[in-house]
């Protein structure tokens, strides 16, 4: 089964609102059509079957993958590793247990991402500063020597690199800090991963539920945008910095902008709020 299902285009391509709108073309499945489905991959090994579990599961691992945009790795990667999970609970998933694909694939879902992430995220961010990476590769060198650093050692490895001692404490608590899972291990192999936890029902792992949710929340921002062009250049600019910039401009900071008082400003913004609220109700 994962050679057929390897060979498939599971790997974003291109743009990925061009891979978006593809995935989104697979329908979903009732719940008689999956365990119909599960049945004859469980029973007879039936790798259509599986692969129709899959693709029609692939709208539902971008939408768990668009939860780690924030660890700035690619889109691309993320979602390819939860298409990973997601092979991986197809092969595992038995139908007589009486739970939804989708609430026992996402947990391996998470669990391949989470590992991708731990693997990608953390390695950098040991050291994101030209001094920081100094200090990271100076103290694995005297570490190799000394060992666990008593305090005056601490302090004469941050006189040798001139930086203060709090740096040399938080770069060796790093150094010496462990990768935890965040979830059950990933390894295809590992049978040991299998627990009966996964077969527990996840209520938000609907998937119908999470495309209506996404669609209506793209559809919440199209009219708060288009509400916001109806007004004048001004109460755009207020409303923009005090609500959708971060960080939010002050009364005060727009005050000086503008050459006028705090109040006015308040006012000003008060008026605009009024104003957006009218035209997205009229959207």
Avoid: C
């Avoid at 285009?9 to 059509?33: C, D, H, K, R, T």
């Avoid at 001139?162 to 059950?184: H, I, K």
């Avoid at 040991?192 to 119908?208: C, G, H, M």
């Amino acid at each position: 089964m994962s050679k057929t299902i390897n060979s498939m285009s599971l790997v974003p391509q291109g743009s990925i609102g061009a891979y978006v709108q593809s995935v989104n073309q697979f329908s979903m499945l009732s719940a008689e059509e999956e365990n119909e489905l599960a049945e004859r991959l469980f029973n007879e090994g039936d790798l259509d079957a599986a692969k129709k579990l899959v693709m029609s599961h692939l709208r539902f691992v971008v939408y768990v993958a668009k939860g780690y945009a924030g660890y700035g790795l690619p889109q691309a990667d993320l979602i390819q590793e939860g298409n990973v999970g997601l092979m991986k609970a197809v092969k595992r998933f038995d139908p007589s247990v009486g739970v939804r694909l989708v609430s026992f694939a996402v947990h391996w879902i998470k669990a391949e991402i989470h590992e991708y992430v731990i693997r990608n995220w953390r390695m950098v961010k040991v050291a994101t500063t030209k001094a920081q990476r100094k200090l990271f590769f100076n103290l694995r060198k005297a570490k190799k020597r000394l060992g666990w650093f008593s305090h005056d050692e601490v302090a004469t490895v941050a006189e040798h690199l001139n930086v203060s001692t709090t740096d040399v404490l938080e770069m060796e608590s790093r150094l010496n800090g462990q990768d935890l899972s965040f979830d059950l291990g990933a390894n295809d192999d590992d049978e040991a991963n299998f627990a009966p936890v996964q077969y527990l029902e996840d209520k938000s792992a609907d998937i119908a539920i999470a495309v209506e949710a996404e669609n209506s929340q793209s559809h919440l921002k199209n009219k708060l945008y288009s509400a916001l062009s109806l007004l004048d250049e001004r109460s755009q600019d207020i409303v923009s910095a005090r609500w959708l910039s971060e960080p939010k401009a002050t009364l005060q900071d727009l005050a000086a902008r503008y050459s006028i008082s705090a109040e006015r400003v308040r006012q000003l913004e008060a008026n605009a709020m009024k104003k957006l609220q009218s035209n997205m109700d009229l959207a």
